[in-house]
């Protein structure tokens, strides 16, 4: 059923260290990364880019699971039914991410309850910004806008990289995500130009949203440990710095614009049109992605309640004995 019939199962890190390629297939292989061509489920493909696809994707995919609860808290509360209706929509469509990418995931042979699995044991990550809380409905627009917003800026970069299934994913996860950031920005600006109290709450939700967007790029390039490989792979298409700093170049005036500032006195572009900051603080950062941010807890409990309560649907979709009601990847 997965992977067009190879079946990844994570092999101990001694079996990892002694994997050896085939160098022949390994230099066809990387020939057809150089040409821009892409490599699909049905293609031999080394090792290591298998287990940092899988490893990313399902990230990704518990990203956009994760990720809907923060604003799925807000839905009982949004202000006026039009704001509602488009917080159902948007809510619905990051849980449809999460299905598209599991699915890409699935394709190269870790099944989706492993993977689901591995982020209710922790064993497996998710991104950083959804274990901050929501506090406020200017919470919600500044998701909406921005954490929407550094998605789009990752995703249409990586949407051209070299693994099929995960490229055509991100090709229409972008086009909805597109929608997310136009009603973010629309309700960003609903608050920032509006009373007073409005422009305050809009301002301390970028008060405390500032870092973790920033850090929502992973470390700086000579921090991180995956870009390498990944980059040379056409896995991703940009650095962390770079879609860090494509990011602040877009976004930065946009919020500027409307009087509402940044809680970093050094954030800057310097004359080569790189952006400069504050230090951000990447022991918090590193806590958070394991596990002891504000809302780590509160999510993790979230995500098992729905794991628990809702087996029963899947026990009924997966009886073995009807293995056509199976879910074809
Ligand atoms: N959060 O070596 P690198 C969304 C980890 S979707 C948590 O630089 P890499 C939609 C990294 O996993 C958001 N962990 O890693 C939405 C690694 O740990 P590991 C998600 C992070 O992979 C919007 C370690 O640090 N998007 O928001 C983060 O080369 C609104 C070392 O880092 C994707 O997943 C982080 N921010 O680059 C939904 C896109 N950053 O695994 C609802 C695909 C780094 O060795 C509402 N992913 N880490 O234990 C990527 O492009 C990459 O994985 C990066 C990180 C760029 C995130």
Redesign the pocket.
């Known amino acids: 059923m997965y992977g067009g019939g190879y079946i990844f199962s994570e092999p101990t890190k001694a079996d990892q260290a002694a994997h050896v390629d085939d160098p022949t297939k390994l230099a066809e292989f990387e020939a057809r990364i150089d040409r821009g061509e892409k490599i699909e489920p049905h293609d031999w493909m080394p090792f290591e880019y298998r287990k940092?696809l899988i490893?990313?994707?399902e990230?990704?995919a518990h990203?956009?699971v994760?990720?809907?609860l923060?604003?799925g808290t807000w839905i009982t509360r949004a202000p006026g039914f039009r704001r509602k209706m488009i917080l159902i929509a948007?809510?619905q469509d990051?849980v449809g991410?999460g299905q598209l990418l599991y699915a890409a995931a699935e394709t190269l042979g870790k099944s989706r309850e492993a993977m689901i699995n591995d982020l209710l044991s922790g064993k497996?990550?998710?991104?950083?910004?959804?274990n901050y809380p929501a506090k406020t409905w200017a919470d919600v627009t500044v998701?909406?806008f921005l954490?929407?917003a550094?998605?789009i800026v990752?995703?249409v970069a990586?949407s051209k990289g070299s693994y099929g299934p995960y490229c055509r994913a991100l090709e229409r996860?972008c086009y909805e995500?597109s929608f997310?950031l136009k009603q973010g920005h629309d309700a960003f600006i609903a608050l920032a130009t509006g009373t007073k109290a409005q422009r305050d709450m809009v301002q301390d939700a970028i008060n405390r949203w500032y870092k973790p967007i920033i850090?929502?790029?992973?470390?700086s390039?000579k921090?991180?440990?995956?870009?390498e490989k990944?980059m040379k792979w056409k896995?991703?298409m940009a650095s962390?710095d770079d879609?860090r700093n494509q990011f602040l170049d877009q976004y930065v005036p946009k919020v500027l614009e409307l009087g509402i500032t940044f809680p970093d006195p050094n954030l800057k572009k310097n004359a080569d049109g790189k952006w400069e900051f504050s230090d951000p603080d990447w022991d918090e950062?590193?806590r958070?992605?394991n596990g002891d941010g504000p809302c780590n807890a509160e999510r993790m409990a979230v995500r098992k309640y729905a794991e628990e309560s809702n087996r029963w649907v899947r026990c009924a979709l997966m009886n073995p004995m009807q293995p056509a009601t199976l879910p074809y990847a």
């Open positions: 940092q490893r990313l994707i990230q990704h990203s956009e994760m990720g809907a923060p604003e948007k809510v990051e991410h497996s990550k998710y991104s950083n910004v959804f998701i909406g954490i929407d550094a998605a990752n995703q990586n996860i995500e997310h850090h929502f790029f992973g470390p390039d921090a991180s440990q995956h870009s990944l896995v991703k962390n879609m950062f590193k958070v992605i």
